[in-house]
Structure formats: C-alpha cells, structure tokens
C-alpha cells in the first residue's frame, strides 16, 4: 500500500469509505423499507379482522366469508374446529386447533406462512358470534411486499456500485487537481542543478498547505544558493591568497638553487622562504576553521586579545580576521581596562 502513489492511495481510502458509507445506508433504506411494509399489513389485517368480526356477529358465519370479499379468511371454534372458510382456502387450515386455541386470549400473527394463493401474513383474534367467542384468522398474500423488496435490493445493487465508480473517479480527479502543484514543483526540481541554483520552485497563491511547502523549499533553495555562492567566492579567495606565497616561495628556491648567491644572500632567501610558508599555515589553519564552523564542530570561545595602546583601535589586526572577512563577520578589538577580569565561554 504504502508502495503506490499518493493519488492512487487517496482514490482507495476515498472509494472505502464511501462503499461502507453506501453499504451501510443500503441496509438501513432496506430495512427501514421491510419494516414499513410489514407495520402496513399488519395495521391492514387488523383492521380486516375487526370488519370480519362485525359482519360474522351480524350474519351467518359461512355466508359472510363467501360474500366477504377476503381471498384468505377462515373462523374457527374456540376447541381449535374449523368452522368456515372462503372459496380460495376452502381445502386447507390457516391455522392448526393449538394456533387457534392460542389466539382466544390474545391476537395471534404468524409473519409467514405457505396457503393455497401463495406465501401470506395471518393475523387471528377472538370476536363474537351468537353469543359466542370464535376466532377469525385473515391473511394477506406477501407477494407484492416480496416484489417490492426485490425491486429495492436491485435497485440498491446497481446504483450502489454505479454511485461508488462515479464518486471514486471524482475522488481521483480532485486528488490529481490537488497534487497538480507538487508535480510542477518536482518538475523544476529537476531542472535545477549545481551550475545553476537561481531557479525557483512555482508556488500558487491557494493559501493551503501545498503553498507553504513551496514557500519553504524555495527559502531553503535561496539558502543553499547563497552558501554555494559563498563556498565559490571562499574558493576564489584561497587559490588568489595561495598563489601569491607559493610564488615567492617558488622562486627563492629557484635562486637559492642557482648558485649565484653567497651565504647572506642564501640566508635571506630562507628567511624569506619560511615567512612565506608561515603565511601557508596560518592560511590553511584559517580554512580549517571555516570547514569546522561550517560542520558546527567549532568550540566558540571568547578571550581579550592585547595590542598595544599605542596603535590606536586594532580592529581587524586579530589573527582570524582574514577568514572572519572572507564570511562577512567583522572582528573588532577594544581598550580593556587591565583591572577587569576576562570572560570565556
């Protein structure tokens, strides 16, 4: 996962959560919908029961389910005997004697059920005819609640996919118009070399997070560019500051070497030649301190430097103040009172 790219790991986490967003709503809108359906048969066979029941204490039982218009309506005794029946289930029980048995204290209703018209919801309760306590058990074919849910469940099928491949292509083109910055950005990354470090990474004014980044990397460019510019004129400087020395250097020994001095001559040239190469040290000593200070492996201690009154300020007269010049850093000396105690660090 964590192998693919940015856009592509924004599109999966994207599509996830929306297909379990999806999944989840399609079981509520389902259920919700079952539900709603079945608290509308139910309030319907209630009602059905209730008309059955009147019409059966005004008139004779077996007369009133042939004329009642119920496709599914049988009455039964209170011991469990069949007493009458519509035309369609004539042939059959809806409910076994303990069923109706059951129904004379309390309503009895039974979810699901195979009759002769097909699978269907009964609802049964006690009413009375003659004088009596009978039970009448109604029923309501489940077809069109079963044609209903099937709908819904292909429905929920084919849009809910449909809706997550169209959402997740979006998903992908937001995430591809977000990371559009950085790609331009690694485009003139790339272009940028050591020869030429003036360049800058483009930043849009989006005022997010991608522009901050942008913001810094090209501080951080504009950093290293200047350091670079200052290892170029450091560079510029030593070879200048090497040259001369090595020069003289080069030809004392070329004239100590011709053998057309006497020994005065020849002392003087060595004296010459170790002050040249005393230069040499405190050059190369200045560099190494630049390549510490630069590594920030350079102990900073501060000490009293001594010069004579007499000379007036000896600003710049340090010993590091030929590589303090070459970095911008200004050395400067000052007068102490001799009674003052000297400050390190």
Known sequence: MHRLPIRLR??????????????????VIYTQFERDLSETI????????????????????????????EPIAQLYAADGRLLASAPLVARSRLLAPAEARDALPD????????????????????VLSEGREVVVAVGESLE?????????????????PLALLVASYAGSQVARAALRPVERMRTRAERITERDTSERLPVSSSRDEIEALGRTLNELL???????????RLLSDASHELRTPLTVLRAEIQLALSGQRDASELRAAL??????????????????????????????RSEPYRCPI?????????????????????VAAAHRDPSSRPLRR
Not at 222 to 232: F, I, K, S, V, Y
């Open 10 to 27: 924004l599109t999966i986490a994207f599509a996830s959560v929306l297909a379990a967003m999806l999944a989840a709503g399609g079981i």
């Open 42 to 69: 139910d309030s319907d066979l209630d009602a059905r029961v209730g008309d059955v029941g009147a019409l059966i204490d005004s008139g004779t039982p077996a007369s009133v389910l042939a004329t009642s218009g």
């Open 107 to 126: 309503p009895l209703v039974i979810e699901r059920r195979e009759t002769p018209v097909g699978e269907a919801r009964l609802r049964a309760a006690a």
């Open 144 to 160: 069109r609640q079963d044609d209903a849910l099937d709908r819904l469940r292909r429905l929920l099928l084919i849009a809910g």
């Open 222 to 232: 504009a950093r290293l560019d200047a350091a670079l510019q200052r290892e170029r």
């Open 271 to 300: 004296e010459s030649a170790e002050r040249e190469s005393q230069r040499l040290t405190r050059l190369a000593d200045d560099l190494l301190v630049l390549a510490r200070a630069d590594q920030g492996r350079l102990p900073v």
């Open 310 to 330: 007499s000379s007036g300020p000896c600003s710049g007269s340090t010993p590091h103040a030929p590589a303090a010049r070459r970095t911008g850093t200004s």
